[in-house]
């Protein structure tokens, strides 16, 4: 599952390496583009945690026929959902960007991505949707192949579809949102054939089970989903404090966000692959698992994530030149990269914690958890950082809110499976 998120992340870094090709502006222009972005994977992120719950505990308490049926209804209400969210962000796109600050120029880049770039993440929604299904399964194997096929099929079409061939001029930037979208499209034809195979979906009994699972399923998507649209909300406030700085700042805070979802991919696979088995963990009441899993993953997080975080930190230099070939960006995204990067491994722990929260029975205190790290921690120590009135300011800021919010989500893990109900048995 690593290697998938390390594939799917690693082309969306790519990506923005190909358009910082073009230039500064369009390298700005997609960065106004994320915190919408980030929206809809919020959406679908939460309802995919609630896919792997429902179905996971009822695997693991032995109704594989209602399994089949959850599986049936959250493929129809996910793919609805993603549809309806991508036509208002479509039809919304003028005032929010202005609020967002992009200018005239700007805004006329996006025009011309957005559609595509919204096409894209329907369909990458849909796909995340159906590999949520392999994973409540136990499946982890096909959704990281799979990662690893879309991404390799985006990677040979970007060049092509952004610069062209020959004496075909290409697309620009919208030919990165095209490359993505028929990457995705490719997935969504292949995970088909192989679901074909699979007794995992049901015909039957399909209102019935809507009926008594929406709530359950609510339950657990709604805080999900909120926990998962505060990240964007966070990233709209940003990106709004940091367009008063000025293009080449745009840019570089929008490498550094693909940056930093690459970085997290270790991280990103555990919040996927873990809640599975944590969820049939809760079904079966094997509270003794939950704590040994915990433990381990939290280790793994933490060690990886400053290992990682030392060594890109110590690299900036030469991975800001890598990434941008304007000096001004590149000197702005080495700054980032020396504070956000060690920062990671407290924000892992507070991304793990939210995660298992929601297969642990707990959706509100994970909701509560994600809003406090936003909104409590990262909003305001960037707002004390943007008082500096530079990028380092900001970026020191950031990276005292990852710290704080990962200090709290650890002392909220213990508190909760301190519970005598949820202590290992001795």
Request: with cysteine; proline share 5%.
């Amino acid at each position: 599952m690593a290697i998938g998120v390390l594939a799917l992340l690693g082309f969306q870094l790519v990506d923005s390496a190909f358009i910082a090709r073009l230039g500064t502006a369009p390298l700005a222009a997609q960065s106004f583009t994320f915190p919408l972005s980030f929206l809809v994977i919020g959406i679908q992120v939460g309802m995919g945690i609630a896919i792997a719950a429902l179905i996971s505990r009822a695997l693991g308490a032995g109704e594989a026929s209602r399994a089949r049926r959850l599986g049936s209804l959250v493929l129809l209400v996910g793919t609805v959902t993603i549809a309806l969210l991508a036509l208002l962000l479509w039809v919304i796109q003028a005032p929010v960007f202005a609020l967002l600050g992009a200018d005239a120029a700007s805004r006329a880049l996006i025009r011309d991505y957005w559609g595509p770039q919204l096409l894209a993440a329907w369909l990458g929604a849909v796909l995340y949707f159906g590999y949520s299904l392999f994973r409540a399964h136990g499946d982890t194997w096909l959704p990281g192949k799979m990662m690893v096929i879309t991404s390799l099929v985006n990677l040979l079409l970007d060049p092509l579809l952004i610069f062209g061939l020959g004496p075909w001029a290409g697309l620009g930037l919208p030919g990165a949102a095209w490359a993505t979208a028929i990457a995705f499209a490719v997935g969504l034809a292949l995970l088909a054939l192989r679901l074909r195979d699979k007794a995992w979906l049901a015909a039957q009994g399909l209102v019935a089970e809507l009926k008594r699972s929406l709530v359950p399923f609510v339950g657990i998507a709604g805080p999900a989903m909120i926990s998962q649209l505060m990240p964007p909300l966070a990233a709209m406030l940003a990106i709004s404090v940091v367009a008063s700085l000025g293009e080449p700042q745009v840019a570089a805070w929008g490498l550094a966000s693909r940056l930093e979802t690459l970085s997290l991919m270790v991280v990103l696979a555990m919040t996927m692959s873990l809640p599975p088995w944590l969820g049939r963990c809760y079904g079966a009441g094997d509270w003794a698992q939950v704590h040994r899993l915990m433990r381990l993953a939290l280790r793994v997080v933490v060690v990886w994530q400053l290992s990682l975080g030392a060594i890109m930190a110590l690299a900036s230099p030469w991975l800001a030149l890598a990434l941008s070939g304007n000096p001004e960006v590149q000197d702005d995204l080495a700054i980032l990269i020396r504070f956000l990067l060690p920062s990671y491994a407290a924000l892992g722990v507070c991304m793990l914690v939210v995660s298992a929260g929601n297969a642990l029975g707990w959706p509100l205190r994970a909701m509560l958890m994600s809003g406090a790290r936003l909104f409590l921690f990262y909003l305001p120590c960037l707002g004390l950082g943007a008082w500096l009135g530079d990028l380092a300011g900001l970026a020191m800021g950031a990276a005292i809110g990852n710290l704080l919010a990962g200090l709290a989500a650890w002392r909220l893990l213990r508190r909760i499976l301190a519970s005598p109900r949820r202590r290992p048995a001795d």
